[in-house]
């Protein structure tokens, strides 16, 4: 992959077009596709991370477009994704409680 190109959402040519400028691009192959998305994630979620408060949201939005693309390239949709996840939530807690683990403390044996 050469550097200073990335996966960009699939309107943007028909936008740079539209800007008088010509793009110049090309389809990715599926592995190559795959590993741009991993890209891309990691991008999205550092704006993420920098982002100020009020354009955080908006970064949220990118992260989980790229997060629906890539269960789509593995076959899952957003609905099997999201029955996924609640079925987790249900299992083990989402993060609404906030509780952090200092640690565990070891099982107490007694009547040795």
Same mark, same amino acid.
């Given at each position: #992959?050469?550097?200073g190109?990335?996966?960009?959402r699939?309107r943007?040519?028909?936008?740079?077009?539209? !800007?008088?400028? @010509?793009p110049?691009?090309?389809? &990715?192959?599926?592995?190559?596709y +795959?590993?741009?998305? +991993?890209?891309?994630l990691?991008?999205? @979620?550092?704006e993420?991370?920098?982002?100020? *408060?009020?354009?955080?949201?908006?970064?949220? &939005?990118?992260?989980?477009?790229v997060?629906?693309?890539?269960?789509? *390239?593995?076959?899952?949709?957003k609905?099997e994704?999201?029955?996924?996840?609640?079925?987790?939530?249900?299992? +083990?807690?989402?993060? !609404? *409680? $906030? @509780? @952090?683990?200092r %640690?565990? #403390?070891? +099982?107490? $044996?007694r %009547?040795?």
């Open positions: #992959m050469n550097p190109e990335k996966l960009v699939d943007i040519p028909e936008l740079i077009r539209a !800007n008088g400028e @010509v110049i691009s090309h389809q &990715a192959d599926p592995s190559e +795959r590993q741009r998305l +991993r890209d891309k990691t991008e999205e @979620v550092d993420y991370l920098t982002a100020a *408060d009020e354009q955080a949201v908006e970064e949220l &939005a990118d992260v989980l477009e997060v629906y693309a890539l269960a789509a *390239d593995l076959g899952v949709g609905e994704l999201e029955k996924l996840r609640r079925a987790k939530a249900d299992q +083990r807690g989402a993060f !609404n *409680d $906030r @509780v @952090v683990l %640690g565990v #403390m070891p +099982r107490v $044996r %009547g040795s």
